[in-house]
Structures are given as structure tokens and as C-alpha cells.
């Protein structure tokens, strides 16, 4: 287990270093896409920059944690004299990384699920799904706060006891609290990985389309990944008790979290990008997926209400005979604007309700 590669020093550093320059690279990326759509930047997109940025902190604690041969390292390979010299300052980094690594998941979640208000939320539509929407925005939010002060006063207001050796008398629930945020963590990223699906799987668009948008979302899975191989590392020194501390390389087990800590966020950071800039590349902008949903809708609300509207017209004629029955004859009264719709606005190329307008032509 402590042979494992991802817990070297040299693979945190080479997963960490990639990951945050192909961060870099795809948020970059996906402003481009926006700017070459001309859609507007929305809270989804300016998300990000504070997600890069506590990522890139994340990324710097971790740095800072090898030189001083924290992180990466094994707890045999120690000291006691090093342990003692370099105890305050690791404790401060892994405190510092804690709180960057939670704040950092919780805007790439909030990042996602804005995505999905701004795509399948629009102008009443989909009411039930905006409040599911807006519900897990709000649960995440209480998530990041709760853990944020779990955290950062794991040892109450004796901050100082993670490092001046009182840390068994006051942080009591240290383990407990981490082993919860690895969990909610999880659940949290199963959840908002599993959201899109039913209203994709609802747009009228053809069947390899579908499953094309659901393979750019689901890519976001390989952090899901990340997610389970960390918690599964809690569980293992949690249930190790007291005698993890004996019996399990602390050193390496702590770098095996981080390396796989920074894979999640990396790779989510990546993922949230990809859907934008895919769209680019297919001549595709977000709100395409919207005007899909909403023609839709719109389509069979006309077509309901132009089959009402005839009905009590057929009815008005049965009642007068001498009505003039004439297909061409002006509608006065309410349902006369149901027969002079507006013009759709021109779909973009690649617009995927153009596959729901021509099946409803064909029909």
C-alpha cells in the first residue's frame, strides 16, 4: 500500500502542476466560447475564477507541504527532531489546505449547477427542476459554510492546539468532521452528476445527440472516482483508531488523500469547462438548449391550444347554422394571437430544436 505511486512526492507534484494548467487552460477556453457565442457572462462562468483561484492555493499549499518533506513522504522516514522542527508549519499548511480544497469543490459544484439553471431553467419553464436546482445550490452553500467553521475550529477556539502538542486534549473531533465532509463530499458530487440527465434525456433531438451531451457531462464521473478512492482512505485510518497512528504510514496515506483530493477538483474544474467549449466546436451555444426545451413546449401548447380553439368553434357552428364556416375567415377574441404566432428567432447552425421543428413538420 505505501509502495503506491500517487502517494510520491514526485506524483503529487506532477498531477497537481498538470491539472492546474489544464485549468487554467479550459476556463480560458470557455470565456473564449462565450465571447465567440456573444452570450453573456453569468454566474456559472465568474464561479469559476474563484474555484481556479482557492484551487491554485490548494495546489501551493501542497507545493510548499513537499519542500518541507510533509507531504509526499513517509512517516518511517522521519525523525523526531525533523517531526518537532517542521510540526507548526505543517499543521498551518494542512489547515490552509483543508479550507481551500473545501471552498475550491464547493464552487465547482455551484459552478455546475448554475450551468444547469442557465440551460434548462428559463422563463417559467421547467418549474420543477429550478426548484430542484435552487435547492441543491442552497444545500451546497450551507455544505461549504458548515465545513469551512467545522474545520477551521476543529479544536474549538485553541486554533493553536493542531500544532503545540495539546491537539488530543481540545480537537476531538477532527476525524469525525473530516470523515463527514469526505462523505457529503461524495454524495454531493453523485447528486449534481446525475441532475442533467432527465431533462437531457427529455430534449427532442435524436437519440446519438443525446447521448453525445450526456457523455460531455458525464466525464465529470472520473472525479466522482477521486471522490469514493478518498473516502475509502478516511474510512481506513478512521477505523484504524488510535493505532492507525502505530500500524498505518500516516506520511503516505495523507499523500494518497491529497493526490486524489486534487484529482477531484482538477478534474471537475475540467469537466465543468468542457460542455461550453464542446458546444463551441459543434456550433452550439447554451441557450440552443433552452430554445430546444422551450420550442418544445411551446410547439405542443400551441398545437393544444389551436385544438381547443377549434373544438369551440365547431361547437359555436352546431349552435348557429348560419354562421359562414370559412377557414380563411379573421378569429376575433383571445385565441385569434394563437393563429398568428411570431416568427421563431433564426436558429442557430447546429441548433438542436431544428430536429424538433422538423419533426413537427413531417407531422
Known amino acids: 500500500m505505501t509502495s503506491m505511486q500517487e502517494a510520491s512526492a514526485d506524483s503529487l507534484h506532477a498531477v497537481a502542476g498538470v491539472l492546474l494548467g489544464l485549468s487554467v487552460i479550459t476556463i480560458a477556453l470557455r470565456f473564449f466560447a462565450r465571447h465567440r457565442q456573444r452570450a453573456p457572462l453569468l454566474v456559472d462562468d465568474w464561479l469559476l475564477l474563484p474555484a481556479l483561484i482557492t484551487f491554485a492555493g490548494t495546489c501551493a499549499c501542497l507545493f510548499f507541504g513537499e519542500e518541507i518533506e510533509v507531504f509526499g513522504y513517509s512517516s518511517h522516514d522521519s525523525t523526531p527532531e525533523k517531526g518537532k522542527a517542521t510540526r507548526k508549519s505543517s499543521a498551518k499548511t494542512q489547515l490552509a489546505l483543508n479550507l481551500l480544497s473545501i471552498a475550491s469543490l464547493g464552487f465547482v459544484k455551484l459552478s455546475a449547477l448554475f450551468f444547469y439553471k442557465r440551460i434548462f431553467c428559463v422563463a417559467g419553464r421547467k418549474a420543477t427542476f429550478n426548484i430542484i436546482v435552487l435547492a441543491s445550490i442552497v444545500t451546497v452553500i450551507c455544505w461549504m459554510v458548515t465545513y469551512e467553521f467545522l474545520i477551521g475550529f476543529q479544536c474549538g477556539t485553541h486554533i493553536e492546539a493542531l500544532w503545540n502538542g495539546t491537539g488530543p486534549k481540545y480537537c476531538t473531533s477532527q476525524w469525525p468532521g473530516i470523515l463527514s465532509q469526505a462523505i457529503s463530499d461524495f454524495l454531493l458530487d453523485f447528486w449534481v452528476l446525475l441532475l442533467p440527465i432527465y431533462p437531457i434525456v427529455r430534449l427532442q ?159
Open 205 to 363: 433531438t435524436t437519440r446519438a445527440r443525446k447521448f453525445a451531451i450526456i457523455g460531455v457531462f458525464l466525464l465529470a464521473s472520473i472525479g466522482i472516482g477521486s471522490s469514493i478512492a478518498r473516502l475509502v482512505l478516511f474510512v481506513e485510518v478512521n477505523n484504524g483508531g488510535r493505532n492507525a497512528y502505530l500500524n498505518i504510514d500516516l506520511g503516505r496515506s495523507l499523500s494518497r488523500l491529497l493526490f486524489y483530493m486534487i484529482l477531484e477538483i482538477g478534474v471537475g474544474l475540467i469537466a465543468i469547462c468542457l460542455p461550453s467549449i464542446w458546444m463551441v466546436f459543434a456550433s452550439i451555444v447554451p441557450e440552443v438548449f433552452l430554445r430546444s426545451v422551450h420550442s418544445v413546449l411551446s410547439l405542443v401548447t400551441l398545437a393544444s391550444r389551436r385544438s381547443k380553439d377549434s373544438q369551440e368553434r365547431s361547437r359555436t357552428t352546431a349552435v348557429k347554422p348560419g354562421t359562414p364556416n370559412s377557414s380563411i375567415a379573421p378569429i376575433a377574441g383571445k385565441s385569434a394571437r394563437y393563429h398568428e404566432p411570431k416568427s421563431a428567432p433564426k436558429p442557430y447552425p447546429g441548433d438542436v430544436s431544428s430536429d424538433n421543428a422538423k419533426g413537427h413538420e413531417g407531422a
